[in-house]
């Protein structure tokens, strides 16, 4: 069945930092993939998403791209930022299933 | 804010005992979702419901089960608690019942069984 594998946490970085967490998914067909972000004490929310081979997704610094020949939706950023700590789920769905499949999620922690 | 409200936010009781979790879709969604999210299991997908016909089951454990009312709004119902159903219940809505559509999540209901 379809299912997604991040890295595991936690990642500490030190603010300015770059940063990546891996995300790579098993699906048949062709799914949408997703980044969520859970911060402390909320919901999640959708930070960017893809729905094709090669698409960049991006938002508030955030990218990833799709790339089908790895099953891979890496997240990237540039400088993070200490209010850039927060939990980060990678996510798929496909067009004909109904419900989303999330990855166990990567605890990011960004000091000062 | 998503647009998705969740009551009560946070939840405490007993084992043995029943509750009714409450969620409110985005405006205009037609499709809702329940997650659970505890520590030790992550992000469980348990049961999705499309125009008020059940769509999609997951994870979902005989004891739950839930429904959409004509208004959209849906309702988990937990029943026969045990310690272990304390985790966070998240609610989720989307537009559609299926295809490339994101979902929009509530705050979450903290549950807490003691």
């Known amino acids: 069945g379809d299912s997604v594998t991040q890295m595991e946490g936690p990642v500490t970085l030190s603010e300015e930092a770059f940063l990546t967490i891996n995300c790579t998914y098993t699906a048949t067909g062709y799914p949408s993939l997703f980044w969520y972000v859970q911060y402390p004490g909320e919901g999640l929310q959708l930070l960017l998403k893809a729905t094709k081979a090669d698409d960049k997704g991006s938002n508030k610094g955030f990218e990833a791209t799709y790339r089908k020949e790895t099953t891979s939706f890496h997240l990237e950023k540039g400088s993070v930022q200490v209010s850039d700590s927060a939990v980060y789920f990678c996510?798929?769905?496909?067009?004909?299933?109904?419900?989303?499949?999330f990855g166990a999620g990567t605890r990011l922690t960004v000091k000062p | 804010d998503s647009g998705v409200t969740q009551t009560p936010k946070h939840l405490i009781t007993a084992t043995g005992q029943r509750v009714t979790l409450r969620c409110s879709p985005r405006?205009?969604?037609?499709?809702v979702y329940w997650y659970q999210q505890s520590l030790d299991q992550g992000l469980q997908f348990l049961i999705q419901y499309y125009n008020g016909e059940e769509r999609a089951k997951g994870n979902i454990l005989e004891r739950f089960s839930a429904q959409q009312f004509p208004d959209l709004h849906s309702e988990l119902n937990l029943s026969s608690l045990e310690l272990g159903d304390s985790a966070l219940y998240f609610c989720?809505?989307?537009?559609?019942?299926?295809?490339?559509?994101?979902?929009?999540f509530g705050p979450g209901t903290r549950l807490t069984v003691l």
């Open positions: 989720a809505s989307s537009t559609r019942g299926s295809g490339h559509n994101e979902q929009f």
């Open positions: 405006s205009g969604d037609l499709s």
């Open positions: 996510a798929l769905s496909r067009w004909n299933n109904n419900d989303m499949r």
